[in-house]
């Protein structure tokens, strides 16, 4: 069965600094990906998704996402951080022959001034 | 509507009463899913709806869990008997046609079972 790792529960970063949030799944065909963040007391939102093509993917708000199939990764980027993307971001997979999102348990992000 | 509705958004009630959560999808969105997000167990997927075909029920972990459909539109998920264990948020998403589009949150029913 598919399944979808994030191995940082929680990452701080400063404000205006880099941004890698790591995710790897475990899937033998070519995975459905995706990116969502939940900020607090809300739903999720999509930032991303990768299906095929262009292993670089842009989403909003200046997130972008590169697959690596050599790696099973699909690491979220983002150059320069803002206060207002401290969140929980969630990496996806769909399950094959499914409308099924398999979720990673979240990386937490917190951003310092 | 503009977004994905649920109703309500904190309920919290006594282990084993029964309680009721509503999903009201965007207009025009033929897909339907719930999702349990809880500490520990990060997101599940319970059940999936699109249009009249019958419900992907896969995700529902025990037959206190059943879930409804009405008109294409509004969803209930009923959860009988409650247990502590039911303690989560519910999340409730719709997508036009297919999760490939993605999917479209609610700001979730948060249940706290006392």
Known sequence: AQSVTQPDIHITVSEGASLELRCNYSYGATPYLFWYVQSP???????????????????????????????SSFNLRKPSVHWSDAAEYFCAVLQGGSEKLVFGKGTKLTVNP | GAGVSQSPSNKVTEKG?????????????????????SLGQGLEFLIY??????????????????????????????????????????????????????????SGTRLTVV
């Open chain 2, 17 to 37: 009463k029964d309680v009721e959560l509503r999903c009201d999808p965007i207009s025009g969105h033929t897909a339907l899913y719930w999702y349990r997000q």
């Open chain 1, 41 to 71: 007391g809300q739903g999720l939102q999509l930032l991303l998704k990768y299906f095929s093509g262009d292993t670089l993917v842009q989403g909003i708000k200046g997130f972008e996402a590169e697959f690596k199939r050599s790696q």
């Open chain 2, 49 to 106: 709806f699109q249009g009249n075909s019958a419900p992907d029920k896969s995700g529902l972990p025990s037959d206190r869990f059943s879930a409804e459909r009405t008109g294409g539109s509004v969803s209930t998920l009923t959860i009988q008997r409650t247990q502590q264990e039911d303690s989560a948020v519910y999340l409730c998403a719709s997508s036009l046609v297919t999760v490939l589009r993605g999917y479209t949150f609610g």
